[in-house]
C-alpha cells in the first residue's frame, strides 16, 4: 500500500479527535480531499490563526480496549501503520503543494505508552531537523508514556494534547482496563501542566485535553468539575468534548457522525439554527451545552459554582446555561448599558466578548441613544432587552 492510500485509512481514523480545534461552522466542510485522496482538516490553533491541517495516526493497531473506541484491539478492522520518515518525507511534499498550517501526530497504542511515543516524537523531529520545519506540530500523548517520552515531545511541538476522557478513575475503569487513571491520565495531564508553566523551558507549547461523553454514566456536573480544574489549577489552554455515539467507526451504522461540532459560544447562535450533524440529538445536544458552559468559563468570566444542574447532576438540554443563570439570578438584572462594567454586561443574553467591549469602547466618545443603535442581530436583541436598560 503506497502512503497515500495509508493516509486515507489513517487520516480518517483520526477524526474522532477533536484535541487539536478541528472545527468548522459549515459541517459539510470538516474535511477536505485532496486530488491525492488524503484526508486534511480545517483547524483553528490554540495559539490563534485557523488554517488546514494534516491530522493522521501513524498507526490505527491498538492494544488497549477503550469500549468507545473503533480501534480497541478486539474490533475487526484493517490495521495499518506509517513510519516515521514515510509521514515526513510525505507531509513536506504536501505542505509544499498546499500550505498547510501543520500536522496533528496522534496513534493507537503500538506495544507500549513509550514505544509509541518514539514514532511521534520521530516524525517532529525529522520535521524540525532534516527538513527544517518551522511550523505547527502537535503531538498526542500516549497515557502511560514516561516523563522522558513526554520531554521529547514537548521540546518538538507547537501543542500536545493528552485525553482526559472521563471525569474520574470510575468512569475511566468502565471503560477501559488497560488505563491507570490516576497515573497514566492525571499523571500525566499534571506533568505537562508543570512543565508548560509560564517561565518554564517548555512555557510555549500549548495543552488540550478531550473528554468523551456519554460512554460512561458520567453527568455533566463531573465533566465540568474537571473542566474547571484543568483551566484554573492546570492551565490547559482548551477542553474538547466529543458525543459518544454507538457504532463509531462502522460506515454501515447509520447513526455514525461524519461531523466535529459547530462549536460556538452561546451567543453566536440561536437553537433554531443549530447545525445538528447526523446522529443522537440529545447526546449531540449535550455536547453542545457542555461547549456553551466551557465558553462561560474561557470568554465570559463564569465560574463553575454560576452553573445550575438539574437532579442528576446535568445541564438543562432545552435552556442555554447563560440564560439560565440569568433566569435565576434576577437581582442581577437590569444592567445598564451607559454604565455597567464589562464583566456585567459579559453576564447579560445575548451580548457577548466582542459586543460587550464595543459597548465600552463606543460609549467612552459617544452616549449610548437606544439599543437598537447596538446593531446587535435581530435575534440577540430580542434576547438581550428583557435584562438591560438604557441609563
Ligand atoms: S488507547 Fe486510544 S486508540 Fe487505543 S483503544 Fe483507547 S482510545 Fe482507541
Partial sequence: MDTASKLDILARDAQYDLSCACSTKRPEEHRKRTDSGSWLYPVTVASGGSGIMLKTLMSNMCTNDCKYCPLRECNDTSRISLQPEELARFFMQLQAQRNLIGIFLSSGVIGSPDKTMDRLVATAQLLRKQYRYRGYIHIKMIPGASHAAMDAALSLASAVSLNIETPGAAHCAKLSGAKDYEKDIIGGLTY????????????????????????????????????????????????????????????????????????????????????????????LMREHRLYQADFLFRQYGFTYGDLFFDHGGNLDLSVDPKLMWAQRNPDRFPVSLSRASKEDLLRVPGIGPVMAKKIVAHRKHTPISSLESLRLPEYLLERAKPYLVLH
Fill in 192 to 283: 505537562i501542566s508543570e512543565k508548560t508553566a509560564p517561565a518554564s523551558p517548555y512555557a510555549r507549547v500549548n495543552k488540550t485535553s478531550q473528554f468523551i461523553v456519554g460512554a460512561s454514566d458520567e453527568s455533566d456536573k463531573e465533566i465540568l468539575a474537571y473542566t474547571w480544574g484543568m483551566y484554573r489549577r492546570l492551565d490547559f489552554d482548551r477542553l474538547y468534548y466529543s458525543a459518544y455515539q454507538a457504532g463509531l467507526g462502522d460506515p454501515s451504522i447509520p447513526g455514525e457522525r461524519h461531523q466535529m461540532p459547530s462549536v460556538l459560544p452561546s451567543d453566536m447562535l440561536p437553537l433554531a439554527e443549530l447545525r445538528m450533524p447526523q446522529g443522537n440529538p440529545a447526546i
